[in-house]
């Protein structure tokens, strides 16, 4: 059987996001249908559409952790709060492992909406640089914080 982090990094190799790949991962955890999984985080790679905003496997995490633990119609401000505290957990550790979780910083200054970035970010192979790492260890840090 394979692992999360495995998973993960399979579906970033079929092209699919960092976003996408993250959540994509925890689906049968998560009893989430798994193309939906990939059409709602879709637009979350490249940090937010290419905009280098929040990192996608770090966005794709969160999705996650919202779908677990996220606010319903039915549910009470508890689950908000501990939607917040584990998103915070997985930020802060992401941060801490890997400085920021910003995805231009992460790929230092490399503007993906351009195609010179997207040259640059070929050239300097920072999908396996980079990202596949972020996605590897977002996803094992998940695994601790989603008990």
């Known amino acids: 059987m394979e692992s999360k982090s495995e998973i993960a990094l399979a579906k970033f190799g079929e092209g699919f996001s960092c976003s996408q790949s993250v959540f994509y991962s925890f689906?049968?955890?998560?009893?989430?249908?798994?193309?939906?999984?990939l059409k709602l985080a879709c637009g979350f790679?490249?940090?937010m559409g290419r905009k280098?905003?929040?990192?996608?496997?770090?966005?794709?995490?969160?999705?996650?952790?919202?779908?677990?633990y996220g606010r319903g119609?039915?549910?009470?401000?508890?689950a908000r709060e501990l939607t917040y505290t584990k998103t915070r957990q997985l930020m802060d550790q992401f941060a801490g492992k890997h400085g920021t979780c910003i995805c231009r910083q992460l790929l230092n200054g490399c503007d993906l909406t351009t195609e010179?970035?997207?040259?640059q970010f070929k050239e300097n192979d920072l999908s396996n640089k980079t990202c596949k790492p972020c996605i590897?260890?977002?996803?094992?840090?998940?695994?601790?914080i989603m008990l």
């Open 73 to 78: 119609e039915k549910d009470d401000q508890t």
């Open 136 to 144: 590897q260890s977002t996803v094992e840090i998940l695994e601790k």
């Open 52 to 68: 280098g905003e929040v990192c996608g496997a770090v966005t794709g995490g969160i999705l996650a952790i919202g779908t677990k």
């Open 116 to 119: 010179e970035g997207q040259k």
């Open 45 to 47: 790679g490249g940090g």
């Open 27 to 37: 689906c049968d955890e998560l009893h989430f249908e798994k193309n939906t999984a």
